[in-house]
């Protein structure tokens, strides 16, 4: 009997430990797949095929930690982060087809440069031009409890990183903002997080990281103070802002 109930007690045990397990969300495995995926971005443009396939992956992650699926999650973050990992090697092996500055006998010859006449449409606008000292800096949002920057987002990064590369004496401030939902402890990390993301891209585009701060303030600084998903979506968002 007491063999009985020593076997039941550790089959208990085994069964609470596997479910608790299975019941977290994958946060180690998603920080890392963010990471990497974020690392293969040079890549995107030579290992084309790989990179569309990993981005498809880490949104079905995602997805699939929305719906509390997280086994299924984990799993997927980490075909991501293999992926992610195989498209770095591959461009940091083969810098000529990878690597920005591939194009300079194209430019050399006239091909692939923006001539004085071709100014960018954004340009014609003082307020959106990179080469103001005064543009007026973009906002960019997020979807709900992610982090990773709307595609429709990115062309807002890289004209902060063209005003950047024009004003390298300039330093900014990107301020992370979340909506109301969660806690706020939750919220001021996600807000981190947000701020430090676009922090990554601009990096990546080849900003010093000494020219960019970071700051969370989490839910604190709503735009819109309703409770919709119109005003939710307006919050969650990083500001860009002149240090000097």
């Known amino acids: ?7 039941c007690a550790v089959a208990v045990f085994v069964f609470t430990m596997f479910c608790s397990c299975a019941g977290n969300p994958p946060k180690d495995e998603r920080d890392l797949a963010e ?8 890549g995107k443009d030579c290992a084309k095929e790989d990179y569309l396939a990993a981005e498809d992956i880490l949104n079905q992650a995602r997805e699939a930690v929305n719906k509390k699926e997280y ?5 997927l973050f980490k075909m991501v982060k293999e992926k992610s990992d195989a498209i770095v090697k591959y461009y940091r092996e083969n810098p000529d087809k990878c690597m920005p500055g591939n194009d300079k006998k194209a430019d ?4 692939g440069k923006i001539k004085e006449d071709e100014t960018p449409e954004a340009a014609a606008n003082p307020a959106e031009d990179p080469k103001n000292p005064e543009m007026e800096f973009p906002t960019v949002h997020f979807e709900y409890n992610e982090y ?46 947000r701020a430090a993301e ?29 409770s919709n998903e119109e005003a939710w979506f307006k919050n969650r968002r990083a500001e860009f802002k002149r240090e000097n």
């Open 198 to 226: 676009v922090k990554n891209k601009l990096i990546q585009a080849g900003i010093d990281s000494a020219r960019i701060k970071i700051v969370s303030y989490g839910e604190e600084r709503p735009i819109d103070p309703a």
């Open 35 to 42: 990471k990497a995926f974020a690392d293969a971005e040079p």
């Open 71 to 75: 086994d299924k999650a984990r799993e």
């Open 1 to 7: 009997m007491k063999q009985i109930f020593n076997f």
């Open 108 to 111: 050399a010859d006239g091909e």
């Open 148 to 193: 990773a920057i709307l595609a429709d987002d990115m062309p807002k990064v890289d004209l902060m990183a063209q005003w950047m590369v024009n004003f390298p004496e300039r330093v900014v401030r990107i301020e992370g903002h979340a909506d109301e939902r969660g806690s706020v402890d939750y919220n001021l990390s996600l807000g981190e997080k």
